[in-house]
């Protein structure tokens, strides 16, 4: 009864709208029917109390769309959390109409101001369909040219990314796109100038995802003479400011595609060094690795961790390292650094995975490579490799662990080794060895 009811006031709105005057200030032209209306609606939605809200709020809206500019920013808060909630799709589609009726009408009654624009750009983009983007295209457009730069850096990159998706429609050229990508790059570049802005942070990832999407679309860095013209264009400025940070990190990630030249490897190289982190750590660390170059590979992981707050970065960086470690059958390091992995991750399955590989590999080192010290190892690899399963973050990394399990299975001790053993199924023990770590005893 509850969804007939809202469907019919959604239908109603849809239909009223059309009937309403246009930006009408009063309810029947009278301030004594609008004023308690408002008040009404606004206490119950201040208390979150949507469904109470919604009937007086639906006649302000109707009646008085030209009383104040709140009432049209209620109920785009209403809707909005209407639409998160609802799983029926007809109805969820009724609220999403309902949702762009109100934004047309504060746009009508109170004319584009900075938040409309952008609210209702992301909104149509989250919404709408493909047919729509233009729209998006041309919402944040305005949005942008009233903010400058002030605009909210994730409006400057949907902007970004929705400009490029419409390159060869609607007239929209590269010449036209790379023009608005040197615009929106003033206004990221200003804020990431300011120390001080509380999203400095944000826009320097902007700054990197805006400049992916310049040099992937506009160079075919699969051709030569396309990688050319870029270096041929950048270096000029690199040799200009040789040991400026900003300077060498535009000139890399503008020619970053054409990556492993020697050239931008000694961008990557310098700015590792003038300003050591996670993202140019790993990046020149994989192109190390390509060759081989472990150790090289590990300092690099190294020196990001020193200057690293995030845990996160800090888990997958201790990961890299545990992976190099491995790499080079430096076991019990190679554990170390997973488990710090571990520590700053709880759930980083990659971790776990690689200790068990660790405990798995470990029967020439426990013991003769058959027999019992060389198959206990097995118990506790299983026991990480069950946590991979647990955690089921990574389903290709799930089968991976569960393929382990299933394959060496097999050589778990029987039963009634076990017994002459004198131990218990499902007991603990404490494997030895590098390894001395307790687990649970396993058999066929």
């Known amino acids: 009864m509850k969804k007939i009811f809202l469907v019919v006031n959604v239908l109603l709105l849809t239909w009223s709208a059309a009937n309403a005057e246009n930006c009408a200030r009063y309810i029947d032209g009278d301030s004594t029917k609008t004023t308690p209306a408002y008040s009404i609606y606004r206490e119950f939605f201040k208390k979150g109390l949507y469904a109470d809200a919604l009937p007086q709020w639906r006649n302000m809206f109707l009646k008085a769309p030209g009383f104040r500019k709140q009432t049209h920013l209620d109920g785009i808060t209403m809707y909005s959390a209407l639409i998160q909630k609802e799983n029926d799709k007809t109805l969820r589609q009724a609220y999403i109409d309902t949702l762009f009726q109100i934004y047309n009408k504060q746009i009508e009654c109170f004319g584009e101001d900075e938040y409309v624009l952008g609210k209702k750009a992301m909104d149509l983009q989250k919404y709408g369909k493909n047919t729509d983007l233009p729209e998006v295209l041309s919402l944040l457009e305005k949005y942008i040219k009233i903010t400058g730069e002030k605009a909210f850096y994730y409006y400057v990159q949907t ?12 007239g929209i050229t590269e010449e036209y796109a790379i023009n608005k990508y040197d615009e929106i790059t003033t206004i990221v570049d200003k804020n990431i100038a300011n120390t001080g802005s509380k999203y400095n942070k944000e826009y320097k990832e902007v700054k990197s995802v805006i400049d992916d999407l310049y040099t992937t679309n506009f160079a075919d860095k699969s051709n030569p003479e396309d990688c050319a013209k870029l270096l041929e264009i950048y270096l000029k400025k690199y040799k200009a400011n040789p040991n400026d940070l900003a300077t060498i990190k535009s000139v890399y990630l503008k020619t970053k595609g054409c990556a492993d030249s020697t050239t931008n490897v000694e961008l990557l190289e310098k700015l590792n060094k003038l300003a050591p982190n996670y993202t140019f750590a790993t990046r020149l660390a994989n192109i190390y690795i390509k060759y081989k170059m472990y150790d090289t590979a590990i300092v690099l992981y190294q020196n990001a961790l020193a200057v690293e707050s995030d845990t996160l970065k800090k888990a997958d960086l201790n990961y890299y390292i545990s992976f190099m470690k491995y790499a080079k059958e430096d076991f019990p390091a190679s554990r170390d650094f997973a488990k710090e992995a571990i520590k700053y991750n709880p759930l980083h399955s990659r971790a776990y995975n690689l200790i068990g590989l660790l405990y798995l590999s470990s029967g020439p080192l426990c013991g003769p490579g058959t027999g019992f010290q060389s ?47 004198k131990l218990t199924v499902g007991g603990p023990y404490t494997v030895k060895c590098w390894i001395n770590e307790e687990t649970t005893v396993k058999v066929k």
């Open 159 to 170: 902007y970004f990314k929705v400009l490029v998706n419409q390159v060869g429609k609607n």
């Open 375 to 421: 198959q206990i190892v097995l118990w506790p690899a299983f026991d990480y490799f069950n946590k991979v399963i647990e955690i089921n973050a990574d389903a290709d990394l799930v089968t991976e662990a569960q393929k382990y399990i299933s394959d060496y299975s097999k050589y778990l001790p029987t039963k009634a080794e076990i017994t002459a053993k």
